[in-house]
């Protein structure tokens, strides 16, 4: 029974075309004053008897006489009607709140009253009062209660007869709106009578002046008599699709649970609900619930939940762990589940064509396990293919993505990806061009989904377009602008369809930065939630706080990247991710860890974290190396393992490959500097794993035969060293490529010293340079003497280099033949007679040489003459300079020197002016209340275990570092370097 009207009225409350014309008989029921009972107070005050009016004009006539009968006083005339209408104690009543929850557009109402206003407010719903014209222009698409008959507060209503007469006049703009609203909406009238004078009114009215625009309003009867066919076609006739109340099964004696027992069934004839629904309706209902959602190409698990109205619970890993049997939900869909293939295919095909929407749904949301009774059953397997994010992404295949960028494509969906492709190969402003034209094309044909996601991504590059160009001044701004996103940004979602909106609704803060706010608030609580399980070593049942920070990333990543969406701009986003994986490493580093009490239940393999190339991916895209190194570092991380080791190797692989092509095509070089960024944090982040030699040598070769502005050699060296070197991947390849390069940069040196050029070799590290290229230069362990590289020594001692020696002492030394090692020594000590320098000299003390007697005096004699004239400039000099030198940096070198037999023990002389060379010199005798821990630092192995070989010296220095670190403020990382050197060599 009224099944069309029902599915009208909501198909209009889902459309925001729904209308609720409210008249006395809901006011009634909070006992506001009635029209009767105002006529009784009129002829009271008149003096005349208590009149019942017999027709409606007595209704208009009445009022009409009183207000002659007081000489047309408006004062008297509104506070009569104010004294008598207005009651401070009138409250809403649950009519006013179940006719809110069917969420109307508007409504209409020709009460007095403030009921529909305070019920708003009541339920936290906004609404504008339009009770005269000038109210009319202030609605701006917003939500309104149109007062059609005024109120007191305006002093406008329309009560008596002339009121009615001159309405068209007083009330021009309402009059035009109200048609507005009967030509567009689904009007439905509720506590008025049939015979009630102002529904003939607004009927005849508005049929007059739309005709065949005029929608057919529904009527809700609760009266007791009974409509008969004749009745009913002559409410036709007028304009009105009448529901009785007592056709829905009930009779009831008070009025409202007449009201509500309609209101309860057009809310039980919605389509999609749940409730008093069999298994297969069910099913029908989240057929239609979840296939808007299938137009997404990823979905998070949050937005089918939503979508379900919360009737199904979904754990984080993608387990429904609502019970089938008792969730109308997924009930049937499970029964579906659980048939044979032979009974599958025997189902018709409209239902195996529902499941299968379902079973997509779900699995773009990777949900594919339901929890039966502590059973996990599998439905996804072999019934739905998965594809995480985009592929090309997490792989890293810029030469696919930049491939599908050059072709032309007619689908709009496919020009939609090209777009973001070129956004990923960082031509943002080719990007930006095509989604302004994807966007108008998806809103001409209707597909708003495709329009909103083209607007979002286009108001997002316009962003990154605009700082970019700040800082390179790379871009065609004025061509740009022209197709800037307009002002109104904030309201890109409600500028649609209704019917998208409620469809969509998950979506609405997509364009927002609200939406990072959300992610990064939640992604807090769950790394907290993880970082306290790390620490207290607490045991968790069921899906650990680990399992949950990944399952966050893994959704997170899945949904943005898979539906293409651009996330560059916002650090909200970046910095979420970026926590989580912090935390993950944390707990990846206590995973080794042994607990030295015993737990009641120990973790069998619980939670431990294990490391994939979706998590490389996020490494490399939401971290830079050196964050990555601190993070390492912090947590004492050596080497990181990881899973799909050979996924994680192809995309680097495609990263270096389409390098190559950038380097070619690349117009504006933007895209280059992207790119070497990344590569930088890639091999930062290789430094730290285990990888095949065919890519140490295709890295090898890649970063020394190009130069980078952004890839600097201490970048080059650190990751040479971690594999080439302490990982042994050295192989024919690197050696060759490495000495072809360390010579490339010698040649290059010695050119410019020729031309008298300064050679600027630029590095991050003051310790690292081309000349460390040395060390990997081998194929073995073993040095072995390069005769190129000996040519190249010969070249620099015959044109008389001092600038190239240092290099050659420090870094080419066991490089380079035993000949040429003693013609370096014979230069040294040439240039030492000519004129004694310290840094030569500390060159033949690295060579090995035999120091001389000769030399020994030519060293005192400089160490007296730089003593004397630092002392003497330290008296003369009334200010400092920062930072200061150690003016006894070079005599405490000398001192040590001595300490590790270097040189022989006869500089006694020097005793009294440096604490830490008399600590070297004396040792044994040494002053220890004089001694500074911090002397320690830096020490090698083997001269920390020759200071800890005396059990006297020993205990003082113990005491000593105990004291310091128990007492002064000692910075973390020497902090940490003291206490390991406590723990090793003097306890």
Not at 152 to 179: A, C, G, M, P
Not at 445 to 467: M, T, W
Not at 488 to 517: A, G, R, W
Not at 627 to 656: D, G, M, S
């Amino acid at each position: 029974m009224y099944e069309s009207e029902f599915k009208q009225i909501i198909d209009a409350s889902r459309n925001n075309s729904l209308t609720f014309f409210v008249g006395a008989g809901v006011s009634a029921l909070s006992n506001a004053p009635t029209w009767n009972t105002l006529i009784e107070s009129i002829c009271k005050k008149m003096g005349q008897k208590i009149q019942k009016p017999d027709s409606s004009d007595d209704y208009l006539r009445i009022p009409q006489m009183f207000y002659y009968y007081i000489n047309k006083s408006e004062t008297t005339y509104y506070n009569f009607l104010e004294k008598h209408l207005i009651t401070s104690s009138l409250l809403p009543n649950v009519v006013h709140r179940e006719l809110l929850k069917l969420n109307p557009s508007s409504f209409v109402t020709t009460n007095f009253d403030e009921l529909l206003e305070d019920a708003a407010i009541q339920y936290c719903q906004s609404f504008k009062s339009i009770a005269c014209d000038s109210e009319v222009s202030g609605i701006n698409g917003d939500r309104f209660i149109l007062k059609v008959h005024g109120d007191i507060k305006h002093r406008n209503i329309v009560f008596k007869e002339e009121d009615y007469l001159n309405y068209s006049e007083n009330f021009k703009l309402i009059e035009t709106l109200l048609k507005s609203i009967f030509s567009t909406n689904t009007v439905v009238f509720i506590g008025y009578g049939l015979n009630d004078y102002n529904i003939k009114l607004i009927l005849n009215w508005a049929k007059t002046l739309l005709k065949d625009n005029f929608n057919k309003p529904i009527f809700i009867y609760t009266d007791t008599k009974s409509l008969g066919h004749e009745d009913l076609l002559y409410q036709q006739s007028r304009g009105l699709c009448v529901i009785e109340y007592e056709k829905l099964g009930k009779r009831f004696d008070d009025y409202l649970p007449r009201y509500l027992s309609v209101i309860e069934a057009i809310n039980k004839s919605a389509d999609l609900t749940y409730e008093g629904k069999t298994e297969e309706e069910s099913f029908e209902v989240t057929y239609e619930l979840l296939k808007p959602l299938n137009l997404l190409p990823a979905l998070r698990i949050r937005d089918i939940v939503t979508a379900l109205s919360n009737n199904v619970l979904i754990h984080e890993n993608g387990v429904i762990a609502s019970p089938p049997n008792e969730t109308p939900a997924i009930k049937y869909f499970f029964t579906l589940c659980s048939l044979a293939q032979d009974e599958f295919d025997s189902l018709a095909d409209p239902i195996k064509e529902k499941f299968q929407l379902i079973l997509e749904v779900f699995s773009k949301a990777n949900i594919n396990v339901i929890l039966n009774k502590h059973q996990m059953i599998n439905f996804v397997e072999e019934k739905s293919s998965f594809v995480f994010a985009d592929p090309l992404c997490l792989a890293l295949d810029y030469k696919q993505m930049y491939s599908f960028t050059r072709k032309r494509y007619k689908d709009q969906y496919r020009n939609y990806l090209k777009a973001f492709y070129l956004s990923r190969l960082k031509k943002y402003d080719d990007a930006f061009f095509l989604l302004s034209q994807i966007g108008n094309e998806a809103f001409k044909s209707k597909n708003y989904l495709l329009h909103y996601f083209a607007e979002v991504n286009r108001l997002r590059l316009y962003r990154i377009i605009n700082h970019l160009n700040s800082i390179y001044g790379c871009y065609d701004m004025e061509q740009i602008n022209a197709y800037a996103p307009n002002n109104d940004t904030e309201h890109i979602f409600e500028k649609l369809p209704i019917t998208f909106q409620k469809q969509y609704d998950f979506l609405k803060d997509l364009h927002s930065v609200n939406l990072f706010y959300k992610e990064s608030y939640q992604a807090s609580l769950d790394a907290e939630k993880l970082r306290k399980a790390i620490d207290s070593h607490s045991l968790e049942f069921g899906l650990t706080s680990g399992e949950k920070v990944t399952c966050r990333i893994n959704e997170s990543l899945h949904f943005f990247l898979g539906n293409h969406l651009i996330v560059d701009e916002f650090e909200e986003y970046k910095n979420t991710i970026k926590q989580l994986m912090t935390f993950l490493l944390y707990k990846y580093s206590t995973q080794t860890e042994t607990l030295l009490h015993n737990q009641l239940f120990p973790p069998i393999g619980q939670g431990r974290i294990a490391f994939d190339d979706i998590d490389f991916y996020c490494f490399l895209e939401f971290f830079k190396g050196k964050e990555l190194v601190e993070a390492f570092q912090k947590y004492h991380i050596q080497t990181i393992e990881f899973r799909n080791v050979e996924a994680i190797e192809n995309a680097v692989f495609n990263l270096l490959e389409y390098y190559e092509i950038a380097i070619e095509k690349s117009l504006n070089n933007l895209d280059v500097l992207f790119l070497q960024g990344q590569i930088k944090t890639c091999l930062t982040l290789l430094r730290y794993m285990e990888i095949s030699q065919p890519l140490v040598n295709r890295l090898c070769v890649f970063i020394l035969k190009h130069e980078f502005r952004e890839i600097l050699i201490d970048d080059k060296v650190r990751f040479l060293d971690s594999q080439v070197s302490k990982r042994k991947k050295h192989s024919g390849i690197t050696a060759k490529v490495i000495e072809d390069k360390l010579l490339y940069y010698i040649d290059s040196h010695i050119a410019a010293l020729k031309e008298k050029k300064n050679f600027n070799f630029f590095s991050g590290s003051s310790s690292i340079s081309y000349y460390n290229l040395a060390y990997y230069s081998t194929v073995s362990d073993s040095a072995c003497p390069s005769k190129k590289l000996s040519r190249r020594i010969t070249q620099i001692i015959k044109l008389d280099l001092p600038e190239l020696m240092p290099h050659i002492v420090e870094y080419y030394w066991t490089y380079i033949s035993a000949y040429q090692q003693k013609r370096v020594i014979s230069w040294i000590q040439r240039k030492l007679t000519e004129k004694f320098r310290f840094d030569l000299f500390k060159m033949l003390i690295m060579s090995e040489a035999k120091i001389t007697s000769n030399t020994i005096q030519l060293l005192k004699e400089y160490l007296a003459a730089t003593l004397e004239k630092n002392l003497k400039k330290s008296e003369d000099s009334g200010f400092v300079m920062y930072p200061q030198r150690d003016p006894f940096e070079e005599l405490n070198q000398v001192g040590y020197w001595c300490f590790i037999k270097v040189l022989p023990k006869n500089f006694s002389e020097f005793l009294g002016y440096a604490d830490s060379f008399d600590f070297y010199y004396l040792y044994r005798e040494f002053d220890f209340h004089k001694f500074q821990p911090a002397w320690l630092l830096g020490l090698r192995r083997h001269v920390l275990d020759e200071i800890s070989k005396d059990a006297t010296v020993k205990e003082k220095i113990r005491l000593s570092i105990a004291e310091t670190l128990n007492e002064v403020q000692v910075e973390v990382r020497d902090r940490e370097q003291l206490q390991n050197i406590l723990t090793h060599y003097f306890c």
